[in-house]
């Protein structure tokens, strides 16, 4: 089955930076787009990063861009999500999600993960 592991979400303060992984198994890894997701308590799940098969082409919403970035590495299945200057409201669960194809919105991706949390501290 189509699994996708996450890894690296910690207590950071503002400011800091984090690296999360997500591993992917049960598919065609270089056929998919891949995003990170995040949500935070009572709040809405927003895609924060996106990639397309290839790496040639990413998407960041306004509130993310200039401090994370997102790549992947075909080779290892992985796609990596790297956040620098950490701020208290980056604070949520962060999801690693893959799709046919490169999107803004959840609903566009079809497998997600489990989660992993980061946590911002002012």
């Known amino acids: 089955q189509v699994q996708l592991v996450e890894s690296g979400g910690e207590l950071v303060q503002t400011g800091g930076s984090l690296r999360l992984s997500c591993v992917v198994s049960g598919l065609t890894f270089s056929d998919h787009a891949m995003a990170w997701s995040r949500q935070a308590p009572g709040k809405e799940r927003d895609i924060v990063a996106a990639i397309d098969w290839s790496g040639s082409r990413t998407y960041f919403p306004d509130s993310v861009k200039g401090r994370f970035t997102i790549s992947r590495d075909n080779a290892k299945n992985t796609v990596y999500l790297q956040m620098n200057s950490l701020k208290p409201e980056d604070t949520a669960v962060y999801y690693c999600?893959?799709?046919?194809?490169?999107?803004?919105?959840?609903?566009?991706?079809?497998?997600w993960g489990q989660g992993t949390q980061v946590t911002v501290s002012s």
């Open positions: 999600a893959a799709g046919r194809g490169i999107g803004v919105y959840p609903h566009e991706y079809r497998y």
